[in-house]
């Protein structure tokens, strides 16, 4: 559990803030009502909730708790002054009396002049003269909290705290919405991911393939500084990657002999059937772009849609020089593996024509420490 010290800050003398009448309180409402209904908004769901209070109560600082299983409340989105909060976990006084006002059920108002140890910690610490605290319940239970706070002094009418339960319960919606699609999300991966490893686990030649892809591609995509959002998606994207090879004939998957150019077009298929298999989960479609592009090449060359440079998706250039790398040095029908030196001075001359530059370069860096780590594992 985190625990914070701060030093009281003298707050600014007190304005009073106007706040707005019912109706554009209304509309505000609607907006974050409608973004909660797509499966894939156009922004993470609490964001709705925050920009919408933000506006309304012009806050200077917004917080969502949430409450774990575990049962520790934790700052799942924290902004302006309460920014430096996100991600903490509530500690302990604070979260008891966090608990006491959730259970009565009610918005909890704040002002500078009262001495109690929530205001203490959230308003007058942070040189605040104005807090709110909605409960956010789900049907009946407790799931979070909805704090808001403001430099100045903030006139509350009831329409206005009824604003607030409003935006408390589709937070609450947001909430619940995210565990439900996590579980689904988690329950659809492990379902196709065993498909894949059934696939791979066939082939002596493709055994643990897609978990050493996924491992190479996760690491470039971090020393290339992507954000871990992307980093986690281009980890599944690897786990999926071939899936389409399920529908291609046994014979052409293993074939010592090369391929003719039916069977190559035949096996070139394959990332059209992942996507397709994959394509009816709504949940999955940020994935699509991995499993479609992985063998489009950088100068333009490659399939399905012969795209070039930026405009083949960053995971799909990721993956193709991982995938690329594990074929090279893992046996094949046809071949003996390649020595991980020769693999990579490959994947250097094909640098600037199959693959992306940069992702070679990152994937020389990354390389040492992943062997390792996958030698460890024995993948
Ligand atoms: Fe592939």
């Known amino acids: 559990m985190q625990t914070k010290t701060r030093s009281p800050k003298q707050p600014p003398p007190a304005r009073s803030v106007d706040l707005p009448g019912a109706l554009p309180m209304l509309r505000s409402l609607n907006e974050v009502a409608r973004s909660l209904c797509y499966i894939e908004g156009p922004e993470p769901p609490f964001e709705a909730v925050v920009r919408v209070a933000q506006s309304l109560f012009n806050s200077d600082g917004i917080a969502i708790l949430v409450r774990e299983p575990s049962g520790e409340h934790v700052f799942r989105t924290a902004q302006g002054v309460l920014s430096e909060w996100r991600d903490y976990t509530l500690s302990g006084a604070c979260s008891d009396l966090l608990k006491a006002l959730s259970d009565r059920d009610q ?79 988690d329950l659809f991966m492990s379902v196709i991911v065993s498909l894949t490893m059934a696939l791979e686990a066939k082939d002596p030649y493709t055994e643990g393939h897609s978990v050493r892809v996924a491992a190479y591609s996760e690491a470039i995509g971090k020393q290339l500084g992507l954000p871990p959002v992307l980093l986690d998606m281009i980890h599944r994207s690897c786990l999926l990657h071939d899936i389409g090879k399920i529908a291609v004939d046994e014979h052409i998957l293993t074939k010592k002999e090369r391929l003719s150019a039916i069977e190559r077009e035949k096996m070139d298929m394959h990332v059209l059937i992942g996507e397709s298999i994959l394509r009816p989960i709504a949940l999955l479609h940020p994935l699509l772009p991995g499993v479609r592009h992985h063998h489009e090449h950088y100068d333009g060359t490659g399939h399905p849609d012969g795209l070039k440079g930026e405009e083949i998706p960053i995971e799909a250039r990721i993956i193709a020089v991982a995938d690329a790398f594990d074929a090279m040095t893992s046996s094949r029908p046809y071949r003996e593996p390649l020595p991980e030196e020769q693999a990579l001075s490959e994947l250097r001359r094909a640098a600037g024509t199959q693959f992306d530059p940069r992702v070679v370069a990152a994937f020389e860096q990354i390389y040492p420490a992943v062997k390792r780590t996958l030698e460890h594992m024995r993948i």
């Open 107 to 185: 918005v909890a108002l704040f002002k500078r002049n009262q001495r109690n140890p929530w205001a203490r910690e959230f308003l007058f610490a942070a040189g605040m003269h104005w807090g709110a605290l909605a409960p956010i319940r789900v049907r009946d239970q407790n799931v979070g909290a909805l704090l808001l706070n403001n430099a100045n002094a903030v006139h509350v009418r009831a329409e206005h705290v009824e604003v607030l339960e409003h935006l408390a319960t589709l937070a609450g919606v947001a909430i619940v919405e995210g565990r439900v699609r996590y579980g689904l999300e």
